[in-house]
């Protein structure tokens, strides 16, 4: 009397972490997403640890929560890993507020956005 067990959303040889809520804004965000698109795990991780962009941390920890996903979850091989995709999507936006002059009201607009980075094993070519 067990529910069906879920599909998975992606294919055997990958794995996908998402970190949802991250304060900046989608644009600033995928600037860092670009950075390690298409590379290897370990150098996305050396690229993201000496960025100077504030939300390169927690770009970090979302990749090294996807390679955690694939090693203890489908059993994939850590040295073979590569970041297939890393996109970017937008979340709520807070509104906030600040009086300006001769009664007006200049509007502060607070960005949230959520990533998603899917890692691939691919065999190495001799």
């Known amino acids: 009397m067990s529910k069906e067990k879920n599909p998975r959303r992606v294919a055997d040889n990958e794995a996908f972490a998402k970190s949802k809520m991250l304060r900046t804004s ?3 965000l995928n600037l860092v997403a670009q950075l390690i698109r298409g590379k290897k795990v370990d150098k996305a991780l050396m690229d993201l640890t000496f960025s100077k962009k504030r939300i390169a941390a927690d770009v970090k920890k979302c990749l090294q929560s ?5 090693e ?6 850590v040295d073979e890993l590569v970041v297939a995709e890393a996109y970017v999507g937008k979340n709520l936006t807070m509104k906030r507020g600040r009086p300006r002059a001769r009664g ?8 949230f956005s959520e990533l998603t980075i899917k ?8």
């Open 26 to 28: 989608p644009q600033k």
């Open 66 to 70: 996807a390679i955690a996903n694939a």
């Open 72 to 77: 203890n979850n489908h059993n994939l091989d």
């Open 104 to 111: 007006r009201f200049g509007k502060i607009i607070k960005p």
């Open 119 to 126: 890692v691939r094993q691919v065999e190495e070519q001799a």
